[in-house]
């Protein structure tokens, strides 16, 4: 069996195998592929200025050919995290969870994209914006389950975008992150 290439979509936008049992979250994940469609920005750059105006639909597709690229790497991606991560190989039950994780987290994260672009203009460059708030705020906050506490964030399309940047707690993702880690604390155990 070949080996699978080193450079995938994933890996190439820096969500990469390593940081196993620690999961991308979902909020990292839209980061990535905004950054991936626009490494300067779609709307805002990391610096939070506004960036050349765009029409949402152009972004929109751009974002989803982006997203086409990471279900269409997934496989690979999987098949090399299975094959280096010790605590996978081998491991049939682990390697299904984080499967379903990897494929609901994708799925998740391009309807939250497709929700807000659907809505006002504000709410799909919201997303953007307050990605890079958090990012701002600690380089982690990414991959964190938490938002960053300030006045504006509830306001208007921030309240919009929090509410569909982070993963219900009775949401697969949600599910799928605590039964990797109840898997990962059997394995300790034994």
Do not use: C
């Amino acid at each position: 069996m070949a080996r699978p290439s080193a450079n995938t979509w994933w890996q190439r936008n820096h969500l990469q195998s390593w940081k196993y049992p620690e999961m991308p979250t979902k909020k990292e994940l839209i980061y990535r592929v905004f950054r991936a469609a626009y490494p300067h920005g779609a709307f805002v750059d990391d610096d939070l200025k506004l960036v050349e105006p765009r029409n949402k639909d152009q972004v929109w597709s751009a974002l989803e050919v982006e997203f086409s690229k990471a279900d269409k790497d997934l496989d690979a991606f999987l098949e090399r995290l299975f094959a280096e991560e010790p605590r996978l190989r081998g491991d049939g039950e682990k390697q299904q969870v984080v499967s379903e994780y990897y494929t609901s987290l994708l799925s998740s994260a391009r309807y939250a994209l497709y929700i807000s672009q659907n809505g006002r203009f504000f709410e799909f460059r919201s997303m953007e914006e307050l990605l890079v708030r958090y990012k701002q705020a600690d380089e982690k906050m990414l991959a964190r389950n938490l938002s960053p506490i300030a006045p504006f964030t509830m306001a208007g399309a921030f309240g919009f975008a929090i509410e569909h940047l982070e993963s219900e707690d009775d949401s697969k993702v949600r599910y799928l992150q605590r039964r990797i880690k109840a898997l990962e604390e059997k394995g300790q155990r034994t």
